[in-house]
């Protein structure tokens, strides 16, 4: 079967971005392919953070992904830095990697410029290398994530390029290797709608953890009056009637989208039912549909925070099964690197 790897970062509240662009996706692929969804809290520290939050807010995401529907008994689910191999694998990759494949990375430089110099830690810039280490660990065919690790995906598939290149093949039958390819080469899996949710509050900046205010996104356990408030406060314009792909109407396009996922609907049925409405009726309709999708969500989130046990057994076992595969690849890349062996 082929294989699906995919994680969310335990920093600040996960948002209807990351539900619509990755989690709701994952769910859909649980059933044809073999998944690991790791919550990746090596990622978290890379800039500042808060040490008293960090365990929980790791704890807080896998129940999310379990309330969410992400199913135990098909998908592994572990926290990163359970499983040593992450780290390790990083290294070896490290040099590997140009300094000039991770200067040129959007979200490096995009970060770096908000955290400002002091708080710009090395990890910073080395964090797509993690990232592609856990994606090449377990030999994974597909990636589900939103737009913006587009170009993080990129990195990685080159970098899988770089090393088989270096160090795969006849050099590494030599050594008492395999041969042949070190990692499979992944690709990303970025959805057709909900890859690129914006702000409520802005429809040209993308919806995320980090925005100051928290109107600017709806976090999946927002209850029913945050909700309802922030549609209400949200940003619309003052065209009559409601469009998508309009470039006018970034705000429209991205409320309309967000509607469309989360009622289930297709985007023509959509066209047809607020083609004529005003912004007062369809923000009624919105808030209804994302209290009617999210409500299940908090209240199976509510049940398995709320034992403690049982949680932490699903991610001793989604350890254990990524333990397994990823020790596998990591004793392969020792090899091929040349390492003496213990
Ligand atoms: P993170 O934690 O920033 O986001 C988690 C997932 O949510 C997607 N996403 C969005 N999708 C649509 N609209 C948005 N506004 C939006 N904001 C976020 C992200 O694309 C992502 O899929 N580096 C990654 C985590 C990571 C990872 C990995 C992912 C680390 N290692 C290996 C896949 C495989 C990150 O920071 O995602």
Redesign the pocket.
């Known amino acids: 079967r082929k294989r699906i ?5 335990p920093t600040g509240s996960i948002h209807l ?2 539900y ?3 989690i709701k996706n994952w769910i859909a692929l649980q059933n044809s392919y073999e998944t690991l969804f790791f919550i ?1 809290d090596l ?1 978290a520290i890379t800039l500042p953070y808060e040490t008293q939050q960090l365990a929980k807010a790791t704890r807080d995401t896998a129940a999310i992904y379990l309330a969410c529907g992400v199913d135990t008994s098909k998908a592994s689910v572990f926290v990163q830095s359970h499983v040593r191999a992450h780290i390790e694998l990083m290294w070896l990759l490290s040099s590997a990697t140009p300094i000039g494949w991770l200067n040129r990375m959007i979200q490096f430089k995009e970060k770096s410029r908000k955290a400002g110099d002091e708080n710009v830690g090395v990890a910073l810039l080395t964090y797509p290398v ?2 592609a280490s ?2 090449l660990l377990y030999q994974s065919d597909f ?1 589900p ?5 587009k170009q ?1 995906l990129e990195l990685t598939r080159e970098l899988a390029q770089r090393v088989n290149n270096l160090y795969g093949g006849r050099k590494w039958k030599k050594l008492g290797g395999r041969g042949g390819a070190i990692f499979k080469v992944p690709d990303p899996l970025i959805p057709p709608a ?5 702000s409520l509050t802005d429809g040209l900046s ?4 980090s925005a100051p205010s928290d109107q600017s996104r709806i976090n999946l356990l927002d209850s029913k009056d945050a909700i309802a408030n922030k549609i209400k406060r949200c940003k619309t314009d003052s065209y009559s009637g409601l469009e998508f792909d309009n470039p006018e109407r970034p705000e429209c396009n991205n409320l309309l989208s967000i509607y469309q996922l989360i009622s289930g609907k297709t985007k023509e049925e959509v066209v047809q039912e607020c083609l004529d409405m005003n912004w007062g009726i369809f923000k009624n309709l919105i808030t209804d549909a994302l209290i009617d999708h999210l409500h299940p969500i908090q209240v199976r989130y509510e049940e398995i925070i709320s034992d403690p046990a049982y949680l932490d057994g699903v991610l001793a076992e989604g350890a254990a099964r990524a333990t397994e595969i990823a020790d596998a690849t990591l004793n392969n890349v020792y090899q091929a690197m040349g390492f003496l062996r213990r």
């Open positions: 790897v995919s994680g969310v970062q971005g990351n619509l662009g990755a990746v990622h993690l990232m856990d994606i990636v994530v939103g737009e913006d690790q993080h909900g890859a690129r949710i914006m993308k919806m995320s953890k």
